[in-house]
């Protein structure tokens, strides 16, 4: 993942070794995880549809041992991937699923990454004050929870605020973005699924 955005090419390299490494042990974990980083490797790299099989196949195999944490984890990449190209409705219903899972094991910071990506899903859709109240909501659960963005989270998240604004006039946004900051985690959680 470190090496991905300096030598994508490399870091393929690397994760077919990998990988044909781990299926010659049979160690079912490492199988998973090594067909989820392919899929973070193949999304930086734009191959949205090879990130989507791998994202899958890792979400099937972590189903499989009963790993429901890097199921779920596999499953908000799967929708980021989708959303990234374009399959908005199919995003959708993935991060409706993986943000109850989050919600029921209490990883905040991860509630708040699924409603900055339903909120990224309504930019698209062009509801600015339901991506408004959606990104407020976030930005408070992610200050209570101390769970800071990491760098690729916040370049994605600037560009869609960016988007955001050129849609919305600085009066709705503020406000939507206000009452966002009000809601509860379970109110936003029961928001954010609601279209």
Known sequence: ???????PASAERWLERASEAAQRSGNPQDIAYLAQVRGRVASLAGRLVDAQRLFREAQAQFHAMDDHRFELSAQSELGHALRRDGRIDEAAAEYRHSIHGWQRSGNRGAVANQLESFAFLAVARGH????????????????????????????????????????LDEGALRSAWAEGRQLTADEAVVFAVSE
């Not at 470190?2 to 030598?7: M, Q, R, S, T």
């Not at 560009?159 to 050129?166: D, F, N, P, Q, V």
Request: glycine share 4%; hydrophobic share 55%; charged share 35%.
């Open 1 to 7: 993942m470190i090496e991905a955005p300096l030598d």
């Open 128 to 167: 600015g004050v339901r991506a408004a109240r959606l990104f407020g909501a976030a930005e408070a659960l992610r200050e209570v929870a101390e769970a800071a963005m990491t760098a690729l989270e916040r370049e994605e998240y600037d560009a869609e605020i960016l988007r955001l604004r050129e849609a």
